[in-house]
């Protein structure tokens, strides 16, 4: 299962797609299955720049106590935010939703996220990280591009100063 989920423009909030509107509770976002794959809500919620930041895929799953729960523990975080006490933010508020949020375990990355990301850096979204190869030749940071794109100076020759 997925869900849609992004940040609203206007304050930051991490808000949750459903059915044409952004809900700030995980537990009200609409689900998405291989039967419904959910690819024109993402199309419609990527339309919407005016409204929230690079909306994506986050993988769902059930929760051993019941419930859904995304599996990154990043999402579960935004999902639940902010974490900085537990009478603060939605986790304050409790209930069914919240505890499944809680019970969740694992830290894996959304493939949605992993897209993003991808997406954002330029890379070829046709690979997934267990296919992914790494190559001594290939950029791996902002700087490493930057360095490709300029020609390298030659090295400085020391001088000595006569005085």
Same mark, same amino acid.
């Given at each position: 299962?997925? $869900? /849609?989920? =992004? !940040?609203?423009?206007?304050?930051?909030?991490?808000?949750?797609? !459903?059915?044409?509107?952004?809900?700030?509770?995980?537990?009200?976002?609409?689900?998405? @299955?291989?039967?419904?794959?959910?690819?024109?809500?993402? #199309?419609? *919620?990527?339309?919407?720049? @005016?409204?929230?930041?690079?909306?994506?895929?986050?993988?769902?799953?059930?929760?051993? @106590?019941?419930?859904?729960? &995304?599996?990154?523990?990043?999402?579960?975080?935004? *999902?639940?935010?902010? #974490? !900085?006490?537990?009478?603060? %933010?939605k986790q304050a508020?409790? %209930? &069914?939703? /919240?505890?499944?949020?809680? =019970?969740?375990? %694992? $830290? *894996?990355?959304?493939? %949605?996220?992993? $897209?993003?990301?991808?997406? +954002?850096?330029?890379?070829?979204?046709? @690979?997934? &990280?267990? #296919?992914? +190869?790494?190559? &001594?030749?290939?950029?791996?940071?902002? =700087?490493?591009?930057?360095?490709?794109?300029?020609?390298?100076?030659?090295?400085?020759?020391?001088?000595?100063?006569?005085?």
């Amino acid at each position: 299962m997925k $869900a /849609i989920t =992004a !940040n609203r423009l206007s304050d930051g909030e991490v808000v949750f797609w !459903n059915k044409g509107q952004w809900l700030e509770r995980f537990a009200d976002a609409e689900l998405f @299955t291989d039967d419904n794959p959910g690819d024109d809500a993402l #199309t419609s *919620a990527q339309s919407q720049v @005016t409204t929230v930041v690079e909306p994506y895929f986050i993988d769902v799953t059930e929760v051993p @106590t019941g419930g859904l729960a &995304p599996v990154s523990y990043r999402e579960r975080l935004r *999902a639940l935010g902010p #974490t !900085n006490v537990p009478t603060h %933010g939605k986790q304050a508020e409790g %209930g &069914p939703a /919240i505890e499944a949020l809680l =019970a969740a375990t %694992g $830290a *894996a990355r959304s493939t %949605g996220r992993v $897209a993003l990301i991808r997406r +954002k850096s330029g890379a070829s979204t046709a @690979t997934t &990280p267990s #296919t992914a +190869k790494w190559s &001594p030749t290939a950029p791996t940071s902002s =700087a490493s591009r930057w360095d490709a794109a300029w020609p390298a100076r030659s090295p400085r020759t020391s001088s000595s100063r006569s005085g």
